[in-house]
Each structure stands twice: as structure tokens, then as C-alpha cells.
């Protein structure tokens, strides 16, 4: 894997250069972020600033990138379309994301109607604001879609498998909490980073930008902020899961090499299944190998009972799809996530497996691997 | 009878008499239909109106001092068709129309009937019977204000006949909606018993109703002359006009369309906008008062126990939508009716995109024992 220049832990030193040069940091907001994403009730710091690091750098390459193709159309500032090309090969996160914008349209709609001073407001700022975002995301899909895939996505209605299992998660997370436990738990679910915007402008450096990003590109980016937090947690819980041994496992014996690096001792025997390519994975996935679905991490082993849906369509998962079974409630893990966990959650995300890993995707080539995109 | 303005308790009668010409009384100073004095009994009525405003449904209005008012010169040209069929519904059961209708302009017929027979129904749906009585003489005398010519003394005196004519037809309103020719839209839906309704009437917040004056205005001229008008025509094309009593604001804009925002209620929405009207029409405009609809009703209460918004938008994943870190509230679209309710995680549930109050109290009682299952203990 030759990420190397891009990934968070040997670029650790530039990044981390930046950022103590900064004094900006989004660390308490991430360890209520991940609190409320499924880590425990009090996220280690270390992880926090780690899980900074490579929200960070992630959005810096994805800003210069958008920014080299906004010029390349001649555009003075970072607009939504430039990010919606960048996202284009990765189906399911796409319409993740437009799912959230045509979101955000409904809900000013609504709150608009509620209060008749937002009524005015809306009325007096002009009035082709119903639905803007998804005028804009219709409009420019229209424009690039060649083969009427991306079109078919508005009227798409599958179920967006990552984001139910999530919900799930969240759910069992919550059964257990009584009335003030889980006030506290929705406080930390309504923090994102598009509330703290100039925060988070200056945080991304954009000020020192040539091209901007304007208004709904700065919401875009701060929704893949937070989705490449979420899915850093959700890997990183896979992770953690996997490193339990699990009575039973026919395939516990088998390890591979670089698994054991990161590996802390103090976790106990390397007992831990970790066959090299997705595809071996007990129970239930072969995943096609064709597909090379560069997702990285393992499809878990439904082992524990509740293997979720989907997990064997491999054709439709794009790399990011990891099916975790989650099933962290079984296990009952009430220790946060370590650094480590993170650490290797990228690393097996990063990690180019099949023959068609390097033409999936655009920005590949650049070498980093987007979590949100 | 020794005077013909006393009237008999009887229907009948009051039709006769209404077909008389208006008697001079010595509350009135004249019955020539003077545009001044026009306007000082619109402004008397206007007032007391205003006054009315604050009274409860209980109370009567017209024991209140005289009612100064002939409006039968405005509609001086359909006096006598205009009663009739309102006769016939004299006895309805009007509701709680304490702000008496200002039926300063000629209406078109339908739309009062219409309105009506909406009012009535969304009043069968909140009063109990107690209230009847006074419904029942409340619409009396409204309907004696709209296009009567009453004079205040025999106002006054007409109006004490008048109960005991309601008195009799207290007991047969009851059965009159049924047998109207406008019966009402909505049935009269008995209130469902304690155990099975959740005891909660949520309140309305917000109503946004549009109406159209149907006549050209000039946004300038309005802006100039009204008081609590603002007009920018680079930032909106319409003149923002706001009144206190209903506490509204009104967006005019030049074709004579007009949104009025803000009142609490259907019936304060009806009456602000014909302020609104009002002002427009005291400004030189001949402003009419077409096609006044409902658009949208904000409702909001309160469940008073902790919901699991996670819970419910596992389950009810068709409907809701939950972003917390875009709103912290549960969009749930409810299909019948179409309403959608913001389900928040204190209890506190606000439903919105209504045209009926039945929609509101119906919506929330669907969702009621749903977020029931969904309380956080």
C-alpha cells in the first residue's frame, strides 16, 4: 500500500505540524461526536486528536482536489458541483449525500412555515429557495451523467445500509439509558460541524485558499466532515470487535502479519481472524472477488448472530460498505476506542485489495483514501 | 304590534321586520348613507369589535353597548336575497364568533356560507353542548350585523326578543345543521371517549391564510399613507403591514393578493385580514374580500414524557426522518392526514401543514399512542 504520503500516521508529522501550529481543534467536539456515534460515554482524548488528524488532512486533500477541478472549469469558487464530481464514482455515498442536502431543503421548508418571522426572512432574501440544494444536485447530474446511473439515484429507494445500521446501533446504544442519560446523549448527537462554521473555515484553512468554497459547498464539507467521523467510529468498533476472541472461531488461528503489529499485547493472544482478503471472512460473505471492492475491512463474521442484510451483495458495496454486524452489544464493550483501533481501521481501509483497486475511483490515484467519499 | 321595529319571537316576524326600512333611532345621528358618517360607524364598529375581540365565546358581545350599525348601505344591493337563505340558518349553530363578522365589504354569498358552515363544524368539535346556548344566540346576532339595518335601541331591544327565540330554537339547532341544505363539512364527530383520546388539545401557533382584494394597488400609495407599513421594493416586491389586534402581519402585494400571517386562530386569521381590507379599502382602493382560504395551521403541544427519537425512526422509517445534527427534532410525515409533526425528544410534538383543525387534532391522536410506545422512561 503506498498511501504512505497521505496516510494519517506517517504524515502525522506534517499534519500534526499543522495542527499544533494551529490553535484551533475540534477535539471536545469529537469526543462528543463519537460518544454519540457509538464510542463510549467518554472517548479517549489521544483517539479524539487522532480522529482530528485524519478528518483534517482528509479535507484538505479533498479541498485541494475540488479546488483543481473548479479551475479546470473556470469557476472562481468551490461550488457544490465541484464535490459532487469528486464523489461521483462511489454510488452509495452520493446519495448519501444528497440525501442529507434534499433533507436540509425540507426541513427550512418546514420551519419556514412555523414561524412567521422565517417566513418573512425567507420571502425577503428571494424566493427560489425551495429546494435550492436539490435544484443544484439535479442540475449538475444531469449535466455529467452519461449513462443515466446517477439520475437513476433520485428515485432510488433502497435502504442505505450503512446509515440503518447506525440507527441501530444508536438505538441499542440508548435502550439502556434512563431519562438523563440520554438528554446528555442527544445533546452530543446535535453537535456537527456545520454549526460552528467559521470554526470550522478556519480550521480547513480556507481563508489562505485562492479559490473559496461558497455557502452549500461549506455545508457539503462539513457533512463529509462528519461522515468520515462516523465512519472512522464504525470501522474502528469493527475493529475492536474483531480483536475478541470469539469461542469457537474456525478461523482463529489464522493471522496475518501485518495485523499483529498493531496489535497491542496487552489484548492477549493473537487469536484473531484476519484473513488477508475480504473474501474469506467466515460465515456468510464470499464477496466476490472481482468486484475488489476495496472495502478494505472486513465484512465481519456474522458469527454472532446478527449478520445484516446485505452484507453478500458484494457487487453493489462499493469499498466503503462494511458490514459490521455491530454487534458491540453483545460484547458489551464499555472501554472507548483506542488510537490503535483507529490506526488499524485505516490501515485496512487504505489497503488495495483485488486487480480493479486503482480504477475505482478518481482521487485514488492521488493515493488517499476518502472515508466520506 | 304598537311599533313595528319591536319584534315578535318568532322568525317570521324578524324576517318582516327586517325587510323594512331601517328605523332612525336616537343613538344613530342619521341613515343617509354619508361616506363620512359610513366611516365613523365603521369605526365605531371597528372598535368595538376590537373589544369584542378580547371577550371569551361565553359572553355575549352584544350585551356590550350599542350596536351602532348599518351596514345595510354597503349592501344595498342585495338586501333582501342576502337574507333569506341566512334565515334559514339563523338558527345554526355559529360557534363561538365572538368577534362579531366584520362584514365590512360586500362578500361574495358562497363564501360566507361557506365559512359559516367551516366554523360550525370546527366549533362542534370543541365545545360541548354548555357552550350551545350562547352559540346559538352569538349567531343571531352576527347575522343581524351582516347586512342589517339595525338600530342600536332597537338593537338592543330586538336582541332581548331574540333569546327567547333562540331559547326555542336552542333545542332544535342542534338538529338544524343536519337538516340544512349547507349541511356542514365536516360531520359532527362525538368527542371520543377519556380512556381512548390522550387528554391533550394541541394549541394552534400560527395560521397563514391568503385572500384576494381583486383590485390593482399601489404599493407606494399604501406605504406612504398606512401606519406599520414597510415597503422595500428593491429587497420585496410587497408592502409588509402588521396590526396588533390580532397580532398579525399582512404581505400586500400589488395584484391584490394578500398573506396574512401570524393570527392564533381561524377565526382571528378571517378577521385580520379584513382589517387588513379594511385599511386598503379606507386608502381609496375599492377592495373586495375574495376567496379568503386557509393555507397552512401550526399547532404545537406537549406529551410531557422523554420520547426515543432513535426508536421511532427505526420502526417508522417510512415516515420520519431524524437528522440530529441538522434539526434536533423527528420529522414525521404522517400520510392520513397529510400533516407532518415535529417530534421532539422532551415530548413537546408541533404539527404543521394543516387547511383544518381536524387535521391537527386528528393527526395527533394517531400519533399519540405511538410515541406512547416510544416514552423513555
Known amino acids: 500500500m503506498n498511501n504512505t504520503a497521505a496516510s494519517p500516521m506517517s504524515a502525522a508529522t506534517s499534519s500534526s505540524g499543522r495542527s499544533t501550529g494551529k490553535s484551533i481543534s475540534f477535539t471536545a467536539e469529537l469526543q462528543s461526536m463519537m460518544f454519540s456515534l457509538g464510542d463510549a460515554r467518554r472517548p479517549l482524548h489521544e483517539t479524539a486528536v487522532l480522529v482530528e488528524d485524519v478528518v483534517h488532512t482528509q479535507l484538505i486533500n479533498l479541498l485541494q482536489q475540488a479546488a483543481e477541478v473548479s479551475q479546470l472549469r473556470g469557476a472562481r469558487v468551490i461550488s457544490a458541483e465541484d464535490l459532487l464530481f469528486l464523489m461521483r464514482k462511489d454510488k452509495k455515498k452520493l446519495r448519501r449525500l444528497l440525501k442529507y442536502m434534499f433533507f436540509r ?10 414561524d412567521e418571522d422565517d417566513l418573512l426572512e425567507d420571502k425577503l432574501s428571494g424566493s427560489n429557495n425551495v429546494n435550492k440544494r436539490q435544484k443544484i444536485a439535479q442540475d449538475f447530474l444531469n449535466s455529467i451523467d452519461q449513462t443515466g446511473e446517477l439520475l437513476a439515484m433520485f428515485e432510488d429507494d433502497e435502504i442505505d445500509e450503512v446509515k440503518q445500521e447506525r440507527m441501530e ?31 470550522f473555515r478556519d480550521w480547513l484553512d480556507c481563508g489562505s485558499m485562492e479559490i473559496k468554497p461558497n455557502v452549500v459547498a461549506m455545508e457539503i464539507l462539513a457533512y463529509l466532515a462528519y ?46 481472524p484476519y484473513p488477508d482478503s475480504p473474501e474469506s471472512t ?29 452484507q453478500d451483495s458484494a457487487k453493489t458495496k462499493q469499498r466503503k460498505r462494511k458490514k459490521s454486524t455491530a ?31 486503482p480504477f475505482t475511483s478518481a482521487y485514488r490515484r492521488n493515493g488517499m483514501a476518502f472515508l466520506a467519499c | 304590534m304598537a311599533s313595528a321595529p319591536h319584534t315578535p319571537p318568532t322568525q317570521p316576524q324578524l324576517h318582516s321586520r327586517w325587510l323594512f326600512p331601517p328605523f332612525p333611532t336616537s343613538q344613530l345621528p342619521t341613515v343617509s348613507p354619508s361616506p363620512m358618517e359610513e366611516e365613523t360607524y365603521l369605526e365605531l364598529y371597528l372598535d368595538q369589535c376590537s373589544t369584542q375581540d378580547a371577550l371569551t365565546p361565553s359572553r355575549s358581545p352584544l350585551l356590550s353597548p350599542a350596536v351602532p350599525y348599518d351596514v345595510d348601505m354597503l349592501t344595498s344591493s342585495n338586501p333582501e336575497t342576502a337574507f333569506n337563505p341566512q334565515l334559514e340558518e339563523v338558527t345554526e349553530t355559529y360557534g363561538s364568533f365572538s368577534a362579531v363578522d366584520l362584514s365590512l365589504l360586500p362578500d361574495e354569498l358562497s363564501q360566507e356560507n361557506k365559512d359559516q358552515t367551516v366554523i360550525r363544524s370546527k366549533n362542534e368539535i370543541e365545545e360541548n353542548c354548555k357552550n350551545q346556548s350562547w352559540q346559538t344566540r352569538l349567531p343571531l346576532s352576527s347575522r343581524m350585523d351582516t347586512g342589517l339595518a339595525l338600530n342600536s335601541s ?65 404599493l407606494k400609495k399604501i406605504a406612504l399613507h398606512a401606519k406599520n407599513a414597510e415597503y422595500n421594493p428593491k429587497r420585496f416586491a410587497a408592502v409588509i403591514m402588521r396590526i396588533r389586534e390580532p397580532r398579525t402581519t399582512a404581505l400586500i402585494f400589488s395584484s391584490g393578493k394578500m398573506v396574512c400571517t401570524g393570527a392564533k386562530s381561524e377565526e382571528q386569521s378571517r378577521l385580520a385580514a379584513r382589517k387588513y381590507a379594511r385599511v386598503v379599502q379606507k386608502l381609496g382602493f375599492p377592495a373586495r374580500f375574495l376567496d379568503f382560504t386557509i393555507q397552512n395551521m401550526v399547532a404545537s403541544c406537549d406529551v410531557r414524557f422523554p420520547i426515543s427519537l432513535e426508536g421511532l425512526v427505526l420502526t417508522h422509517q417510512q ?19 397529510r400533516i407532518v409533526l415535529l417530534i421532539f425528544v422532551s415530548g413537546k410534538v408541533v404539527l404543521t ?23 423513555k422512561a
Not at chain 2, 332597537?154 to 336582541?159: D, E, M, N
Not at chain 2, 394543516?354 to 416514552?375: H, M, V, W
Open chain 1, 327 to 357: 454487534a458491540c452489544g453483545v460484547e458489551a464493550h464499555s472501554d472507548a476506542i483506542q488510537p490503535s483501533h483507529i490506526r488499524e481501521a485505516v490501515r485496512r481501509y487504505g489497503h488495495k485489495i483485488g486487480p480493479l483497486s
Open chain 2, 154 to 218: 332597537s338593537g338592543s331591544s330586538s336582541h332581548s326578543r331574540l333569546h327567547p327565540a333562540d331559547g326555542n330554537s336552542a333545542q332544535s339547532s342542534p338538529e338544524k345543521p343536519h337538516s340544512l341544505p349547507l349541511a356542514s363539512i365536516t360531520p359532527m364527530t362525538p368527542m371520543a371517549p377519556i380512556s381512548e383520546c390522550s387528554g391533550i388539545v394541541p394549541q394552534l401557533q400560527n395560521i397563514v391564510s391568503t385572500v384576494n382584494l381583486a383590485c390593482k394597488l399601489d
Open chain 1, 227 to 272: 461522515e468520515t467521523v462516523a465512519q472512522l467510529v464504525d470501522l474502528a468498533l469493527l475493529v475492536r470487535q474483531d480483536m475478541v476472541t470469539k469461542a469457537g472461531d474456525p478461523f482463529s488461528h489464522a493471522i496475518s502479519a501485518t495485523f499483529i503489529q498493531y496489535h497491542n499485547s496487552a489484548e492477549g493472544s493473537c487469536m484473531k
Open chain 1, 282 to 310: 467466515p460465515p456468510p460473505t464470499p464477496t466476490a472477488p472481482s468486484v475488489g471492492s476495496q472495502h478494505s475491512g472486513k465484512t465481519t463474521s456474522g458469527s454472532l448472530g446478527n449478520g445484516s442484510a446485505g
Open chain 2, 353 to 375: 401543514g394543516a387547511k383544518k383543525r381536524s387535521d391537527i387534532y386528528e393527526a395527533f391522536e394517531n400519533i399519540y399512542p405511538i410515541l406512547k410506545g416510544f416514552k
Open chain 2, 319 to 337: 415516515f420520519s426522518s431524524y437528522e440530529p445534527e441538522l434539526f434536533p427534532g423527528l420529522i414525521y410525515r404522517m400520510v392520513k392526514p
Open chain 1, 105 to 114: 431543503d425540507y426541513k427550512s421548508k418546514i420551519v419556514k412555515g412555523i
Open chain 1, 169 to 199: 446501533r444508536a438505538e441499542r446504544q440508548t435502550r439502556v439509558m434512563d431519562s438523563a442519560q440520554y438528554a446528555e446523549f442527544c445533546e452530543s448527537r446535535h453537535l456537527s460541524f456545520s454549526k460552528k462554521g467559521s470554526k
